[in-house]
């Protein structure tokens, strides 16, 4: 069974500045899909990016990007230019791509994200 | 409106108490979930169903029942639970339950159990 973990329970970043979240996950699988959530204190899990394993290159959305290392099992999720209203929890999450396979999203334990002003 | 709507937002109910959540999608999905997000644990997916048919549970106790009576309405029924049944509980949806462009969720009912 895949799994995904997420070893930073909390981290802090100051507003304006760049911080990474890490994840690793572990699977025999060659084809999947790996998503970043975030979970505001309104609770709705939003969903910040998403990354195809077949894909070299990084995904990104504006101030969003990963880095991606297929080899190492890793996809960390980097935020630049910090802003307040990153403050969440944010969950990686793995769902493989073969039919047939378990088609439901498995998800880290999450990293609660602190931006000080 | 974020598409997914889960009602109560808040629920506090006894051991012997039977009651309901609701969740509501109005974005054409086919597929919706319910998740259970207990502290310091991941996410747990508790049942898929995909046009009303019930595709996947996960070893689920029977205390909790799931009804989709069609694509726009999920329902968790709840009976005789425990306080570790305590949790957020999470409904989302999907175009369809094998597609791969993620969920859209609802902000969920905080459920306690006295």
């Known amino acids: 069974a895949q799994t995904v973990t997420q070893s930073q329970p909390e981290m802090s970043v100051q507003e304006a500045e760049t911080v990474t979240l890490s994840c690793t996950y572990d699977?025999?699988?060659?084809?999947?899909?790996l998503f970043w959530y975030k979970q505001p204190p309104s609770r709705q899990m939003i969903l910040v990016i998403r990354?195809?394993?077949?894909?070299?290159q990084n995904a990104t959305e504006n101030r969003f990007s990963v880095n991606f290392q297929k080899a190492a099992k890793s996809f960390s999720l980097k935020i630049s230019d910090s802003q307040l209203g990153d403050a969440a929890m944010y969950f990686c999450?793995?769902?493989?791509?073969?039919?047939?396979?378990?088609?439901?999203?498995?998800f880290g334990k999450g990293t609660k994200l602190t931006v000080n002003p | 409106e974020t598409g997914v709507t889960q009602t109560p937002r808040h629920l506090v109910m006894g051991m012997t108490n039977k009651k309901s959540l609701k969740c509501e999608q109005h974005l054409g999905h086919n597929a919706m979930y319910w998740y259970k997000q207990s502290a310091k644990k991941p996410l747990e997916l508790m049942f898929v169903y995909s046009l009303e048919e019930r595709v996947e549970n996960n070893s689920v106790p029977s205390r909790f029942s799931p009804e989709c009576p069609n694509s726009s309405h999920l329902f968790l029924h709840l009976h005789t639970l425990q306080p570790e049944d305590s949790a957020l509980y999470l409904c989302?949806?999907?175009?369809?339950?094998?597609?791969?462009?993620?969920?859209?969720f609802g902000s969920g009912t905080r459920l306690t159990v006295v």
């Open positions: 999450a793995y769902r493989s791509a073969y039919q047939g396979g378990s088609e439901k999203l498995v």
């Open positions: 699977t025999s699988e060659s084809d999947y899909y």
């Open positions: 989302a949806s999907s175009q369809d339950w094998r597609q791969h462009y993620g969920y859209t």
């Open positions: 990354q195809e394993a077949y894909k070299q």
